[in-house]
Structure formats: C-alpha cells, structure tokens
C-alpha cells in the first residue's frame, strides 16, 4: 500500500514562490510515476505536472511550463513541485497521485494512489 503525503501549501502574492512535497510510506516510488494535480473551486481536476521516478524524466502542462519545476529526492523518498511566479489562477488544492508504471499518464483515473491535497492561494 502506498500513503501520501503532501506538504507546503499556503498564501502567497502573486508573483512569488511557494515548493509543495509529496512523501511517501509504506514502500518506495521505485518504479512509480509521481504526478502533481490541482482542482480549483467549481472546476474539474487537472494534470500539472509528473516524473517518472527511474529517469527523472518530467511532463508539464503547458500552463505552468517555465515557472513550476517538478523533481525528486531519492534518499527521502520525496518528489518535490517548486512554484515560481505564482499567478490568481494557481489557486486550487494541489494533489499528489502516484501509480506503477512509465507512461504519459495525464488523467487523473490513470493514477491509483493520491494524498489528502494541500491548498495553494494565490493573493492579487
């Protein structure tokens, strides 16, 4: 069983910078695709960013290319999305999700495991 936990939400200015973690019990990511989502209030869910854990190799939408940077941290089981010039229409709960596998897995049925989601605001 894979439990995940997010961390790092909260309110900022638009313009500024916030990093999200999303860490792991219960096993390791080993193998796992890692992805980042968010829902906005009256919105559905939407696909912000993923890394395949094995590779590093990363996926943005193109919303957020340029200014979020998704990473991992091996020895702490971790994956990290570092925020930069946040804007108003960043604001959403952002969700964790994780599941077995190396595809380009965009949609949120695609993923099996998910955190409770930390809010992220961003202020005008």
């Known amino acids: 069983q894979v439990q995940l936990v997010e961390s790092g939400g909260g309110l900022v200015q638009a313009g500024n910078s916030l990093r999200l973690s999303c860490t792991t019990s219960?096993?390791?990511?080993?193998?796992?695709?890692v992805a980042w989502f968010r829902q906005a209030p009256g919105k559905e869910r939407e696909f912000v960013a993923r890394?395949?854990?094995?590779?590093?190799?990363?996926y943005y939408t193109d919303s957020v290319k340029g200014r979020f940077t998704i990473s991992r941290d091996n020895a702490k089981n971790t994956v990290y999305l570092q925020m930069n010039s946040l804007k108003p229409e960043d604001t959403a709960v952002y969700y964790c999700?994780?599941?077995?596998?190396?595809?380009?897995?965009?949609?949120?049925?695609?993923?099996?495991?998910w955190g409770q989601g930390t809010q992220v605001t961003v202020s005008s």
């Open positions: 890394i395949f854990w094995t590779g590093g190799i990363t």
């Open positions: 999700a994780a599941r077995y596998g190396r595809g380009n897995y965009l949609r949120s049925d695609d993923y099996n495991y």
């Open positions: 219960g096993r390791t990511f080993s193998s796992f695709v």
